[in-house]
């Protein structure tokens, strides 16, 4: 993680009022040079399913790469999800982001009937996924034996052609099972245990360096590409942020990038060149037009 590493982009996009809107929401992405769409994932609101929501951007579009922020591993069981990912990496010729986290938010488990469990069991499950999709996705027969997930003698078809795994999050945990196994890792705020929102203690640059520590050191020499949501973007400070989290709590990090276009330029220089922070995903479709001015000046630099 030491070498210098090309800045990329991404947007996460929930919905459209028709299947031409979305394909066109895809190709605006790609045509201005962003790497990737994500979908989120969560049971309540007006956002699109993701799988269904990736393949069809996958299909309006030949090079942008499809993915999610992030499928909430609570809602799928792994051998499901493994033969739904292999076949969408096909399908798309190998342009699958698979992001997966725990699930966090407790309006989603509310309204499914779904237990919130503590965090730490949510990590462990999420742990054992990684290694099914992971042992699923190579050649042969694959047998697993763990606590949440018992696998059988199952050679999974079609294996993909590369999918990377990005992984997430703002607590210890997850971001060592994101440095030890992921292409991607992804740096936000720690959410709260009960699934409220953001862990508003867990603020600042102080505590968004000592995560890059962790994945570093997780990471153990491996490549790994560091990247983060931005909340906020332009001149000034907007009335709200659309994220739950609190902006001016994380102003000083890169996950608020205000300013003129030089300043945010010179604000994501310092941290990719300083900190080998490189890759950008948007949160909120409303700022597309002054972080395409960003993709433009900074994609492939």
Not at 103 to 124: F, I, K, N, S, T
Request: hydrophobic content about 45%.
């Amino acid at each position: 993680m030491g070498a210098m590493t090309t800045f990329r982009f991404a947007a996460v996009i929930r919905s459209a009022g028709s299947a031409r809107e979305w394909a066109d929401k895809a190709r605006r992405l790609e045509d201005a040079g962003y790497d990737a769409v994500y979908i989120s994932d969560h049971i309540v609101g007006p956002r699109f399913a993701p799988i269904a929501a990736m393949t069809a951007a996958a299909c309006a579009t030949t090079r942008l790469r499809v993915g999610a922020l992030v499928l909430a591993n609570d809602f799928r069981h792994p051998v499901m999800l493994a033969k739904e990912a292999a076949t969408l990496d096909v399908l798309s010729e190998g342009r699958l982001d698979l992001g997966l986290g725990t699930g966090w938010m407790a309006a989603d488990y509310q309204a499914a009937g779904l237990p919130l469990e503590r965090p730490g069991l949510r990590v462990d499950r999420l742990a054992e996924s990684v290694a099914v999709l992971k042992g699923l996705w190579a050649d042969g027969p694959f047998t697993f034996a763990g606590k949440h997930y018992q696998i059988t003698e199952l050679d999974l078809q079609p294996k993909p052609i590369g999918p990377r795994l990005l992984l997430g999050g703002g607590g210890a945990r997850v971001l060592t099972l994101a440095g030890r196994e992921a292409d991607v890792v992804h740096i936000v705020q720690r959410v709260r245990a009960d699934g409220a929102g953001p862990d508003q203690t867990d603020t600042g640059v102080a505590a968004f360096l000592a995560k890059i520590d962790i994945v570093r050191r997780a990471a153990e020499g491996r490549a790994v590409e560091l990247g983060t949501s931005v909340l906020q973007i332009g001149e000034h400070k907007a009335e709200e942020s659309w994220s739950a989290a609190d902006s001016s709590l994380v102003a000083d990090t890169p996950q608020v990038l205000l300013g003129s276009l030089d300043e945010i330029v010179e604000k994501m220089r310092r941290w990719r060149d300083d900190h080998g922070l490189s890759f950008y995903v948007l949160h909120n479709e409303r700022d597309l037009d002054p972080f395409n001015r960003v993709v433009e000046a900074l994609s492939g630099t």
